[in-house]
């Protein structure tokens, strides 16, 4: 609860993949509060308040689960809509003359997006969601271990890049310190 506030707050894109941890961290456990309690959280170094603060927000998570169906797959409609604000405020971004340093960034990333969208289930996904499911496979390789190709490498690098650029953006236009075009009326 703690580290995702702070990741909300500081990185946008580091906030969605952890959520997505979490999600998977929680069906592991096959939604199960005791057995997250006694594996996580009594593990964690905070004190007994913050251990059952964290608790309430794991139960919390669990029904959200259980009520939206995504107790096996998908994600939880809180942070679908924090991807749907990301990718809004990308296309704005691209819309605006202000930002061209983004919009070459983001055709430069086009080829490699495009590339694992062709083995994808979801080709009707949006670019921006198919960077953080691409980031989110890399780093579930990494945590098994596995070896992750040259291509990979590079398609990695690429799509930091333009994630990193996009949550620091969205962090100045949560602030209020990102000049977007107003649209006409």
């Known amino acids: 609860m703690f580290i995702a506030q702070q990741k909300r707050k500081d990185n ?95 055709y430069q990333t086009l080829s490699v997006i495009g590339a694992f969208r062709q083995r994808q289930d979801n080709p009707d996904a949006e670019d921006i969601e198919l960077c953080f499911v691409f980031l989110y496979g890399v780093l579930m390789l990494r945590l098994q271990k596995r070896e992750i190709s040259q291509d990979t490498q590079i398609a990695l690098t690429q799509i930091s890049k333009l994630l990193a650029l996009l949550s620091h953006n969205y962090k100045l236009y949560l602030n209020n310190e990102l000049e977007l075009d107003e649209p006409e009326v």
């Open 12 to 106: 946008i894109a580091e906030y969605v993949l952890y959520m997505w941890q979490l999600e998977d961290l929680i069906r592991a456990y096959k939604l199960d509060i005791e057995s997250i309690a006694e594996n996580v959280i009594n593990k964690m170094t905070y004190g007994e308040e913050g251990k059952a603060q964290i608790r309430d927000w794991y139960e919390s998570l669990i029904e959200m689960m259980r009520l939206e169906g995504v107790q096996e797959k998908g994600h939880l409609q809180m942070v679908k809509n924090t991807v749907s604000d990301v990718t809004d405020l990308h296309y704005a971004l691209l819309k605006s003359p202000k930002y061209p340093g983004y919009s070459a960034l983001f």
